[in-house]
Structure formats: C-alpha cells, structure tokens
DNA sequence: GGGCGAAGGTGATTTAGATCAAAGCGACAT
DNA sequence: ATGTCGCTTTGATCTAAATCACCTTCGCCC
C-alpha cells in the first residue's frame, strides 16, 4: 500500500468533564436507536461478529463489496488513496455506525480500524431481503449524506484554524449544533476528548497538512481555548468558545 | 439572502462533438434505469409537476422537509452558507436525481435551479409508503454519498487545475472512470461541454474562487488543452489529454 | 534504563491561491 | 447605435498554508 504515513492511532470515544452521559457525538450516523427490525438482522444466520486490532485494514477500495459491517465498539474511517499517494480520509465512524454499503459490487474506499474494533458482518443479501434493514440502511445512508455535505463546507470553505475547530466540536455531545442548548451549568463549560487520531489521519481528515494541524493545536493552546495530556487526549477549556472558532456559527 | 455573486446562470446539459449519444454523465445518481415500481410512484395523485425559472430558489437551508424531488428536465444545485456569506455548492444534480431527502425534518440544504427546470414534486408521506420507493431512494443516497466521497477528495486533496479538470471531465459521458474505455475514433478524441453555470457557481462547487477558475480555464485554453465558445460552452480537444489533468490517474 | 523508531512540535522559507484593482465583453433596454 | 449592468478576464500584490529541515518527546523492547 503506496502511502507516507503508515500506521496511525485512534478511536473517537468520548468523555465530559461536566458529567454528561458519554454519547456518541459523531456527525455521522450513529443512529443508536435501531429498530427492532434492525435487531433481527442483527442475529441473522449468515451474521458474524469479527474483530480487528488497532489500525488493520477492513477492506481496501475496489475489493468486491460482499459485506456491509456496524461498528459495535471502536472506531474506523474510510479513505481514498490518489496514485501519488495523496489521501483524504472521507469518514470517520464509531460505534453503531454502519459502512461498506457502497452503490457498485467494488468497494469506493478503504476502510481501516483506528482503535482496536469489533464489528458486526452482514450478508448483503439479507440485507437486501429485508425491506425492514433497507429502511435502516436509507436512514444511515441520508445521515451520511448530511454530514458529507458539512465536511464539504469544512473542506471547501473554512480556514485551517476553524477546521480544527470544528473537528473537535466533532465529539462535543449535544453541543454545536444549529440550536445549541449552550452550558448545563454556566461556570463550567469544559469537556473533554479524546481524540485517538494521529496528527496525519486528522490532517488527512481535514485536508490540511500534519504540520498545519500541529500548529494550530498549539495556538489554541497558546491562547488557553484546550489543554493537552497525553497528544490525544484534548480538555476544552470553554466549549462555547471553542464553536465561535468554528466559522459556523453567527457571531 | 445574504450572498455576495447573486444570480447566477448554468445547466448542465452535454453534447459530444464525437457524436455520442448525450447521456447524462454526472457522478451523481443519474438513476436512469428507475423501475417500474419508482414509476407507479411518479403517477401517485399527490405527485404533482412544477416548472422554475432559471436561478428560482426552490427551497432554503431550514424550510421545512415536506417534499422531495426528482429532476425532469434542466439542472439545480444544493449549497450551504456560512453566517459571514461563503458559500459551498455541495451538489449539482440534472435530470433524473433525486433531492429533497434529507434526514430531518428540515432541509440541510439549499436548492436552486441553475437553468430553467421542471421537477416532480413527491409527498415524503407516499414515498415511505412504498418499500419500492424506498429502495429506489436507497440507491440514489448511495450513490450519493459516492459522489460525495470523490468530491471530498477534489476538495481536500486536489490542486485548482485538477479541480477543473475533474470538473470537466464530470461532463463527458462514460470517460474518466476507473476503467475508461478510451476514445472511440483513436483520430478524434474531442468532446463539447455546456457548463451552464458561471464562474461563481464553479468556484463555489470547486472550493476556489473566481479568479483561480476563470485563470485556470484561461490556462487551459493557451496551453490547447481547450477552447472556450461563450463562456460557457467548452470544446475539450483531448479528453484523454484532459483526464490527466485531473490528478485520479496514475500516469 | 538506555537506545531506537515513530510521532509530535517548531522555525525558516516557499508558493499556490486569495485578495485587491482594473479593464474587456456581451446582452439587453433605451 | 449607445449606455448600462453583470459577468469574465487579467494583472499586481499579499498571505495562509505547504514545504523543508530539524529537534523533542514518547513508548517500547532488549
């Protein structure tokens, strides 16, 4: 596999310092609420559970797509690969998030463990069986659909500095949002979050370089908006003013 | 509507001087195979026709998501704003794609015709009716999200010139793939390409600005790569040529 | 516990593309 | 035809982020 980088860490789990219940505040499906429907599939015969160490490869893209696969835990993310080695990591999943159901029979991006991570394999054929599935499958799809189109704005509109930002905001439960609820409690608007990204999957998430990442961490450092412990592991000093750096929101 | 270059013109329509027959090559759902069953639903008596004027705002980022549409004739985008005016066109959609679905029950986006358009106008309640319907939808948000992964890697990863040239090559029907079949006459391997949208809707779909897209096309056009018939109509001299420019294939 | 390799940080410099500023150019209306 | 308005092109300059280079820190294994 032609690619710089190799080799990174990470998981998108998260944790509040205000003592929120951790929540799965991924911008992509998360879609905890599965039907019952959802639920038999689940249990289908030609179902299995399978699990993977930290940063294996799931599929690469083109593989022939037999198998559409739900994060029970850990983390993953899709990528695409150009022939010079340039890539842009397309999504990055957590736990209840589903992927590999790609439109053609070959798969359109690689995927790869972040964390050491288990998830369920489908069938696509029971999938395609069950209309029941289907309506999850569409539900997961549209929310994928949405949050592609904000990482578009991220990519193709926002400066290095709100990328970051916004990145982080990411894994904010309950926060962020079009209508935000602001702070529980007013004298305490911290949380923290651990990324489990290398500096290169988030620069490559992002479309920025490790360096820029790297920098702008600082700054924010710098300036008091974060603390670091550890490279991945971000306390948020004040969330609120960590969503004015994002560029989405009205100052 | 706070925007800085209002009203804007484009379809995206296409002809090849190579006389093939005109498909509709974007990399969006395009769905022409649509079932018989997606037929049934087209006649549902809440289905109805609605015909805009070029540049008609059919619906805005927020409005409520009662409807869901499918392009008859002529073309439309999908765009966010940023509170301070930038812009991102997320998607471009012509005849046969499917808009409108979003997840919530708000639209995530906005959408407005680029040429004069007519549309089927669903009931989000009919569609959710039919099992049909719903795998038809599936398909188009898959495809979807396709699309959006490669535009994620144009954005994120692609220098300006392989931003237009990738945005070209969109237009030429069944070239530019994975495994493009060549040119059909080795001695004549030109294309005819109605952009139909201005300079600004470009840069805002490419993540540029005006200036870059207006200076890149200009480039081309020295270099001999293309030659420009109003503004908007572009002869492609060398598709081939031009599938180089794009950056997703090895040389 | 010290050495090695991978990841992260930071400074200096370069550069692609943005921004700023004027002209061209067409289309339409008077 | 002539003026006007919007869009496009082109040039000059600026700048955010990339690139290049190097050093620091961390984790791990002998």
Redesign the interface.
């Known amino acids: 596999m032609a690619y710089r980088g190799l080799s990174e860490a990470g998981s998108h789990r998260l944790e509040t310092v205000a003592g929120h219940a951790a929540g799965h505040a991924s911008s992509t499906p998360s879609t905890t609420g599965s039907t019952d429907a959802w639920n038999e599939i689940r249990k289908a015969p030609g179902t299995r559970r399978q699990s993977y160490a930290a940063h294996d490869v799931i599929y690469f893209e ?1 593989d022939d797509a037999r198998h559409l696969y739900e994060i029970v835990s850990g983390a993953a993310m ?1 990528y ?1 690969l ?3 080695g ?3 990591v ?2 990055v999943l957590g736990p209840g998030d589903l992927f590999g ?4 029979d070959q798969h ?2 690689s995927a790869e463990t972040l964390v050491s991570t288990t998830v369920l394999v489908f069938n696509r054929r029971d999938i395609q069986a069950s ?1 029941a599935a ?2 999850h ?3 997961c ?6 949050a ?6 991220l ?4 400066s290095a500095y709100e990328r970051v930002a916004s990145f982080l905001m990411r894994f904010v439960p309950n926060r962020g949002m ?1 209508h935000c609820p602001g702070p529980k409690d007013e004298n305490n608007d911290t949380g923290v979050v651990s990324l489990n990204m290398t500096r290169q999957e988030m620069a ?1 998430y ?2 920025l370089t490790i360096e820029t990442v790297s920098r702008v961490i600082s700054d924010m450092k710098r300036k008091g908006v974060i603390r670091l412990e550890k490279h991945d592991r971000v306390i948020i000093n004040r969330i609120c003013g960590l969503c004015q750096l994002t ?5």
């Open positions: 083109g899709l695409k150009l022939p010079d340039r890539r842009q397309v999504e159901f790609d439109m053609d359109d991006c209309s289907q309506s499958l569409t539900r799809a549209l929310q994928q659909v949405c592609m189109h904000d990482h578009a704005v990519l193709g509109r926002k079009a490559d992002l479309g560029g989405t929101h009205a100052d």
